[in-house]
């Protein structure tokens, strides 16, 4: 069996001393052939794993961007199967950069978990981020979806217990996404205070990377993210200007851009 | 209490000693076989955690319960009547009482579980208190528990039931809750939900989820059940000393469900009594018409638990439709899910036009005047009936009263108030 793409890539940056610059958007916004043609543009800007959300009519966890974002995929007419099928034709294209999906249950489980996690792995998706599936909720179905080969992605919240860190980092496959602020996803203007020592709680504990996100957007703040951890995931900002320029002809171009310098700002920091 | 010569006798404060048998269900992780559980992100983890001990302990408490029993008494005004329906019962042939949440101190069996939640949230040293409403009762009882506990309350609403419900939203704000209008999706109570629930994972610490329904993640379906259990224990009670025997069948509304299984609770050992939910079949079977989940549903995971959701194809959560903003809601709580399943539960759906002349039927032929929401009971009440034997008892709850409908109403049937 081959190696976790999301694992390839960690141990790479690993061997350079990097930290993972990962990038949120959600697929479908504004349409899907925006998304194939995104991933890659991302891919080449330096962003180490791509995080595909899949769209939700009620997304709980969501700030107003992603929000705003999952309602325009859908109006769109963006399904579980288109974004599979936009998958593969990324991976059809040639572009090998890691894809999690991020997503809320209730759309993969009217797909089927077991048809979506062969479906996913056929696509080559290398993982998937379930925000309201606690892992100790359905441990079956986290098995069927890591049986067919996806990581299953853990998050871990400033309230999180430490006995409850030790089990999510025991549970969580490809990284440890710690959710740095109580809240849903969405742009601030600081970071919180006890992030180092925070995230340095999850380190001690954890194998898998530690990957830090929620209300990181500007390129100073994901590399001061990035210092205490392995990784920063970046996405109300990028899903703000596809919001502000969806029907722009150099869309990608212009979120692409941006992405690098997000990127350039996280492997400019070293372990 | 009451000494209307139609009404049963009321057993005010005996409660206590629970007369239901242990029920075996939800397990220890909230489930109702497939239905239930805490699907919620992991922030809130520790907070349902919380929640779930202190509820455990404080249910146990003498000097809560003390408390908690000298409220429902002296503040809401328990035990509400059960009424003797004297013209409907020798209309339709069969011994119909009304159990009369509509009484309640603020109009409705909201409060029940209103109070017990602020109660228990200032003992869990919590400092502020969120809701969300949809007809506006449970944000008037939230309100209310607030006022009188001392604590902080916001409550989200969508904007289109702030506007067919606007006495409550004013109600709410004179009791001093800061009353937040909604504008997403469909401008209805899943939005106002999907809003609480960012507002308490962003501050989870001090706040707590005052859930107004036997809805979301583990414990709020169990333990909104427990708080309003008190109405169908009461009624057990008060129909054994009126009729010395058990009801053929208990009819009441369902939107979330809070109201039917507060009265199903203390029956559901009881085999010979049918337990009968009424959803709201609003003006047509496609989806946006209607908020019949076990009548065009399937099941899913909504808003933190696994239950009947009205979804498309690709499990898209789908707009409603409800003359009656309470009903007006796309999922229904897992236990009714669970009691359907084993067939202890029937459900039937009710629409606007029904509903509306089951809201005139009660104010003309009982002097009731009462919500929308129960006006659904109301409207099936005829057909229910009639599938009882001819010396059949039933029990419909009116849940809460009308006033908060009248304008609706009148605008509805283009009348000029």
Known sequence: ?271 | MSSDATSAPATASAPPKRNEKKQSWPDAKGRFGPYGGRYVPETLIPALDELTAGWKSLKRDRAFQKEFQGLLANFIGRPTPLTFATRLSQRLGRKIWLKREDLCHTGAHKINNALGQVLLARNLRKTRIIAETGAGQHGVATATACALIGLKCRIYMGTEDMRRQAPNVFRMRLLGAEVIGIDAGSKTLKDAINEALRDWVANVRDTHYCLGTVYGPHPFPVMVRDFQSVIGREARKQILAAEGRLPNALLACVGGGSNAMGLFHAFVKDAGVRLIGVEAGGNGNDFGQHAARFDGGRPGVFQGTATWVLQNTDGQVQNTHSVSAGLDYAAVGPEHAWLRDQGRAEFLRCSDAEALAGFHLLAEAEAIIPALESSHAIGKLAEVAASLPTDGVLIANISGRGDKDVAEIARLEGLKL
């Open chain 1, 1 to 271: 069996m081959s190696t976790n793409r999301i694992d390839a890539r960690f141990t790479v940056l690993k061997k350079s001393g990097q930290k993972a610059f990962i990038a949120y958007f959600s697929a479908g916004d504004p349409n899907l052939e925006a998304t194939v043609r995104l991933v890659p543009a991302l891919a080449e800007a330096g962003v180490d794993v791509i995080e595909l959300g899949i769209p939700f009519s009620d997304p709980m966890a969501d700030g107003t961007a992603n929000q705003a974002a999952a309602e325009r995929a859908l109006l769109a007419g963006t399904t579980v199967a288109g974004v599979l099928d936009a998958v593969r034709r990324i991976r059809a294209g040639g572009c090998q950069v890691p894809i999690l999906f991020y997503s809320y249950l209730n759309p993969i489980d009217s797909y089927g978990i077991a048809r979506f996690a062969a479906d996913a792995v056929a696509a080559g998706a290398d993982g998937i981020l379930p925000l309201d599936l606690p892992p100790d909720e359905d441990p079956a179905l986290i098995a069927t979806l890591r049986a067919a080969g996806l990581h299953t992605v853990c998050l871990a919240a400033p309230t999180t217990t430490p006995e409850r860190k030790r089990f999510l980092a025991r549970e969580s496959r490809g990284f440890l996404y710690y959710v740095c602020r109580l809240g849903v996803t969405g742009e601030r203007a600081e970071l919180p205070p006890d992030l180092g020592e925070q995230v340095a709680a999850l380190k001690a504990v954890a194998r898998a990377p530690v990957c830090i996100g929620f209300g990181i957007s500007t390129p100073e703040q994901a590399a001061a993210a990035a210092a205490p951890g392995d990784g920063v995931i970046v996405g109300s900002h990028l899903v703000r200007l596809i919001a502000d320029h969806g029907s722009d002809p150099d869309l990608v171009g212009i979120v692409a851009r941006r992405a690098r310098v997000l990127a350039d700002a996280v492997h400019a920091v070293r372990t």
